[in-house]
């Protein structure tokens, strides 16, 4: 005997009495009890030398006499039926702890009760209670709990026992569950920051061994269990997985050999006990759900705990590498260090914008200066540019929305407003320009409008402007002033353009000026200029540059020839001349 099988035996036959398992005459139990019990045991043991030791299952048989046949049918059917002896064994040891609450029934506690002699191999005989336990557990003689722990079944335990596992679930069933744990209890972020800006936010979608849970994404997470029909046991096998999914954060799990078994137990018990519940009258019956209800919960508690501890120890690649340098075993500091990393690799460009924030002050501010004095360009402002060179030379339009769209996507990974104020700058640069319904925007703060409002990128072109030399500046700064005999004071390329476009627009509104309040048939001569100009005045940069030529040309000849007589003579001194005429010949010459 060893010293502590007495303790417990104490202990089980007082928890036997409690649940009702000795015959009337022997309901209450004590110290002669156990006396009887250990003399039939020794009796057994009497032929046998010092290197045996008492197997606890032997216990069983000094009990037996005085036990009731209900409790003890499942043993009796496995005598019967079980042609195992060492499962046998571990049945009568389970039946004889079945009520003692503080005594753990896993394979360890099991093979150390069952022990046979001090020089048996520990290791061995460990494998072979396993085995016997598997047994015993898919005949339905005991049933395996949270924690690998064991429990004898009674007869109407293994009644219940039997309609769990008949119960039925539909497919999918089990990945739905695992997305639970995973996305909801273990790691249930949905994006994840790089560095201190709140901007550079990614979205990542997420997967469970391959198959994917939710919309699609650009990056994911993938969790690989131990429950994945492949098999990534060694580097070669996750490297190549990881290599050709190179936008996935591959998160390999430890082992788990019963994962699909436990959780396919869980939900099955889950769903057949609510059914029970709501059917059983019997008071035992319903305690016995109750019971196992609570045992199911406490099963999925220890599910989520063991992921969780494999989570925290898992093996994370990226792009064919692993990830050797993350050490914490923290499950969320471990991912998000994995999703960084991921990051990192899929969008190769976002170190183009890592030393800026761009905000939408940043536009407005771009929008509004002065000049382009002091701007210089970029190697994330080329990029842009070039993207919508690239879209002119394909014949293809330029639009906001696409823009953003395309530097938010892998290589670049770029946050809206990132791409919004680089275009603004681009502009200020004059190196783009924004049409809106084909009309050409100039004001910044429309422009501002429609870089920023979704509803409004959508509609807006944008077009490579062309490169305006310094000479062309000059030949228009002086075409305006040759026209309006007033200087220009803009500078800018599209400043110059614009001074020019408002000083048509004036002369345009003062000659319908003279026109309209004038009556003198001569002034009729006005109206071929004031069609010209209404027309000019509708053209859009960089239209006056593109033909200022023949502009001259035809301008300052219709300025020559039919603008300036009439406004000279208008403001000449034969005016008052005609003025008399004009009263001489419309006066009143009654007499």
């Known amino acids: ?35 009887s019990i250990t003399q ?3 009796q057994k043991y009497k032929d046998e030398d010092l290197q045996h030791i008492v197997q606890f299952c032997d216990m069983y048989e000094g009990v037996k006499p005085i ?24 049945l009568k040891t389970l039946f004889l702890v079945r009520y003692v609450d503080d005594f753990s029934a896993d394979v360890d506690t099991i093979s150390k009760l069952l022990l046979p002699t001090f020089a ?5 005989f460990k494998k072979k209670v396993k085995e016997a336990l598997n047994k015993l ?19 109407v335990e293994k009644d219940i026992e039997n309609q769990i596992k008949s119960q039925d679930l539909d497919d999918g069933d089990v990945r739905l569950e695992l997305n639970k744990i995973f996305f909801d209890e273990i790691f249930s972020d949905r994006k994840i920051r790089i560095g201190d800006d709140p901007k550079k936010l990614f979205s990542f979608g997420r997967k469970i061994d391959g198959v994917q849970d939710g919309k699609e ?37 430890g082992e788990y050999p019963t994962l699909q078994e436990d959780l396919t137990f869980y939900l099955k018990s889950n769903k057949k006990l609510n059914m029970l519940q709501s059917q059983q009258s019997d008071e035992l019956t319903r305690t016995i759900i109750y019971d196992k209800q609570r045992a199911n919960s406490e099963r999925r508690r220890d599910i989520v705990a063991r992921l969780k501890e494999l989570v925290g120890e898992a093996i994370l690649y990226v792009n064919g590498n692993e990830l050797n340098g993350i050490t914490t075993h923290d499950v969320r500091s471990r991912l998000t260090e994995g999703l960084q990393k991921l990051v990192e690799s899929e969008y190769v460009d976002l170190k183009l914008i890592c030393n800026h924030k761009y905000t939408l002050d940043d536009l407005q501010t771009a929008l509004h200066l002065p000049s382009k004095e002091g701007l210089t360009m970029e190697e994330c402002d080329q990029d842009v540019l070039n993207i919508i060179q690239q879209d002119k030379n394909q014949s293809v339009r330029s639009i906001v929305s696409n823009i953003i769209g395309k530097f938010r996507r892998a290589p670049y990974g770029w946050y809206e407003e990132a791409t919004e104020v680089i275009l603004a700058k681009l502009y200020v640069m004059e190196k783009i320009a924004f049409y809106s319904n084909s009309i050409l925007l100039e004001n910044p703060d429309e422009i501002a409008r429609h870089l920023t409002t979704q509803s409004l990128q959508q509609g807006t072109v944008i077009k490579m402007e062309e490169a305006i030399s310094p000479a062309v500046i000059r030949q228009l700064k002086k075409f305006y002033q040759d026209f309006s005999d007033e200087p220009c004071k803009a500078i800018e390329a599209k400043e110059v353009h614009r001074a020019f476009h408002e000083m048509l627009d004036h002369q345009l509104e003062a000659l319908r000026d003279i026109k ?16 010209v100009l209404s027309e000019l005045v509708q053209k859009q940069y960089p239209y006056y540059y593109q033909n200022i030529r023949n ?16 406004l000279d003579f208008l403001s000449g001194p034969n005016m008052a001349t005609f003025k008399k005429m004009e009263v001489y010949e419309t006066g009143d010459r009654s007499n």
Request: charged share 25%; glycine share 4%; proline share 3%.
């Open 1 to 35: 005997f060893i010293s502590y099988q007495f303790s417990l035996l104490k202990k089980s036959i007082v928890e036997l009495s409690n649940n009702n398992a000795f015959s009337g005459t022997q309901q209450s139990v004590g110290e002669r009890s156990m006396l």
């Open 137 to 155: 557990v898919n005949q339905t003689y005991v049933e395996r709990l949270a924690g690998d722990k064991y429990s004898f079944l009674t007869d």
């Open 551 to 566: 502009l001259e040309d035809e301008l300052l000849d219709i300025k020559e020839d039919e603008i300036e007589p009439v």
């Open 120 to 124: 048996t191999a520990i290791v061995e």
């Open 40 to 42: 039939r045991v020794a």
């Open 516 to 531: 309209n309040r004038s009556h003198y048939k001569f002034v009729e001569t006005l109206q071929h200029p004031i069609d």
């Open 217 to 253: 994404q650009e990056i994911y997470i993938d969790f690989i269990t131990p429950a994945n029909d492949n098999n990534y046991d060694d580097g070669t096998a996750k490297a190549a997985l990881s290599a050709k999914d190179g936008n996935e954060l591959f998160v390999f799990l």
């Open 67 to 90: 036990l009731q046949t209900r409790p003890i049918q499942q043993i009796i059917q496995a005598e019967s039926s079980l042609d195992d002896d060492l499962a046998l064994k571990v």
